[in-house]
T-cell receptor, first 115, second 114 residues
Framework: AQTVTQSQPEMSVQEAETVTLSCTYD???????LFWYKQPPSRQMILVIR??????QNATENRFSVNFQKAAKSFSLKISDSQLGDTAMYFC????????????FGKGITLSVRP | DAGITQSPRHKVTETGTPVTLRCHQT?????MYWYRQDPGHGLRLIHY???????DKGEVSDGYSVSRSKTEDFLLTLESATSSQTSVYFC?????????????FGPGTRLTVL
């Protein structure tokens, strides 16, 4: 079974600075997908970024980028130029490619952006 | 934004009472999912559906049942609610399962069982 670990329960960053959120996972599969979801105080789950394991290039979406280290099974999210609206809980998630694959979430990390 | 709505958005009920939560989508996506979110656990899959009348269990399915009589609606039923089922429930949809398809989530339903 796959597991996703987010070991930092909380982080804080000054507005306009850069912060990195850590995520590690465990799987025996060679091909899979990794996701970061954002959950602001509104409780809505919002997709931030997606990475396909067979792609060596790290995914980027505006101020959000990932550092995907397949051998180390590490998938960290970097937020550049942090904004107050980035304050949220962030979840790392894994999905395999088999017929019975499911989305497995980490426990989440609460990020606070300070003005 | 994916067209997903959940109803009710909030509900308070008593132990032993049946409860049904509804998820409605306008995207005509094949797959629909029910998750629960609890502190310290992230989101955990309860049940999912891969088509009308086709459903399967997730990792925390005990005490829950589901039904899907139309593509656009996926119902989650707690036959006899317990306090351990107090949680936030999310519905999600995807065009297909696994592979490259991303799941998109509804706004959530906060359920409190007294």
């Amino acid at each position: 079974a796959q597991t996703v670990t987010q070991s930092q329960p909380e982080m804080s960053v000054q507005e306009a600075e850069t912060v990195t959120l850590s995520c590690t996972y465990d799987t025996s599969e060679s091909n899979y997908y990794l996701f970061w979801y954002k959950q602001p105080p509104s409780r809505q789950m919002i997709l931030v970024i997606r990475q396909e394991a067979y792609k060596q290039q790290n995914a980027t979406e505006n101020r959000f980028s990932v550092n995907f280290q397949k051998a180390a099974k590490s998938f960290s999210l970097k937020i550049s130029d942090s904004q107050l609206g980035d304050t949220a809980m962030y979840f790392c998630a894994f999905m395999g490619t088999g017929a019975n694959s499911k989305l497995t979430f980490g426990k989440g990390i609460t990020l606070s952006v300070r003005p | 934004d994916a067209g997903i709505t959940q109803s009710p958005r909030h509900k308070v009920t008593e132990t032993g009472t049946p409860v049904t939560l509804r998820c409605h989508q306008t995207e005509n996506h094949r797959y629909m999912y029910w998750y629960r979110q609890d502190p310290g656990h992230g989101l955990r899959l309860i049940h999912y559906s891969y088509g009308v009348k086709d459903t399967d269990k997730g990792e925390v399915s005990d005490g829950y049942s589901v039904s899907r009589s139309k593509t656009e609606d996926f119902l989650l039923t707690l036959e006899s609610a317990t306090s351990s089922q107090t949680s936030v429930y999310f519905c999600a949809i995807s065009e297909s399962r696994g592979s490259s398809d991303t799941q998109y989530f509804g706004p959530g339903t906060r359920l409190t069982v007294l």
